[in-house]
């Protein structure tokens, strides 16, 4: 019988390796549950435990990817990891590891031949110290790289989106991160990004309202005055 819950190990008291690689992990994370929110069948991680086998548990093997993806899920289920033999056998669909002097031979090496055994369909590479990006989607059996499109972009079929550079300020700092694009090319915006869309959109139509009533006074008149032969 699998370890239950109570007898896992959720957190591995290890912080993720620089405060970029932190922001990264929450941008996708923030992105990606705001694209989906009118979906309750994805679940969003990002660093929590990925359990798959009792002998990976009972040898505190900790796995935590830096941003994952599970489509076809209770996706509003807490969880405090991704436990496959809780899930029904169910393994992420996508995962993206943070490169870093200290986890890359880790990520693509143990950590590679971890989800290609699984089954992970896609596999995602950044370097958040290069920008170097690369992907790998299985072919049933192992992982073959992806070469990325002209725009330098990963095409995720998992996500029906794709992962690509865009440069940008994120809590202060401005630097290339790694972002959603839809299949088109737009940007997936930020919070913060999507209010400055509507708010423009707004003052758009304020200043079209305004342009087409002064055209309008200008050839009838002002709207306060009344017109010849009323009163």
């Known amino acids: 019988m699998p370890p239950s819950d109570d007898e896992l190990v959720f957190e591995d ?9 932190r922001r990264q992990a929450a941008l996708l994370v923030a992105l990606t549950t705001a694209y989906y929110a009118d979906r309750d069948d994805v679940y969003v991680g990002a660093n929590e435990a990925l359990y798959f086998s009792s002998v990976q548990a009972r040898n505190r093997d900790f ?6 993806v599970v489509i076809g899920c209770d996706g509003r289920k807490y969880r405090k990891g991704w436990v496959v033999w809780n899930e029904e056998g169910k393994v992420p669909d996508l995962v993206v590891e943070l490169l870093s002097p200290t986890t890359e031979d880790v990520d693509r090496t143990v950590k590679r031949d971890t989800y290609e055994r699984l089954g992970v369909k896609e596999y995602v590479l950044f370097d958040v110290l290069t920008n170097a ?6 072919d049933g059996t192992r992982y073959v790289p992806v070469a990325l499109d002209p725009n330098g972009r990963f095409s995720s079929r998992v996500l029906g989106l794709d992962l690509g550079l865009h440069v940008g300020a994120l809590e202060g700092v401005e630097r290339p991160w790694l972002r959603l694009f839809t299949p088109d090319g737009r940007l997936v915006p930020t919070a913060a990004e999507a209010e400055a869309q509507r708010a423009e959109a707004e ?14 006074e200008a050839r009838f008149g002002p709207l306060d005055e009344p017109a010849p032969g009323d009163g």
Not at 133 to 138: A, F, K, M, Q
């Open 203 to 216: 003052a758009q139509r304020a200043e079209a309202l305004a342009a087409r009533l002064a055209a309008y």
């Open 13 to 21: 008291g290890e912080p993720m390796d620089s405060p970029d690689h």
């Open 63 to 68: 796995r935590a990817p830096d941003y994952f």
């Open 133 to 138: 990006l690369e992907g790998y989607r299985t």
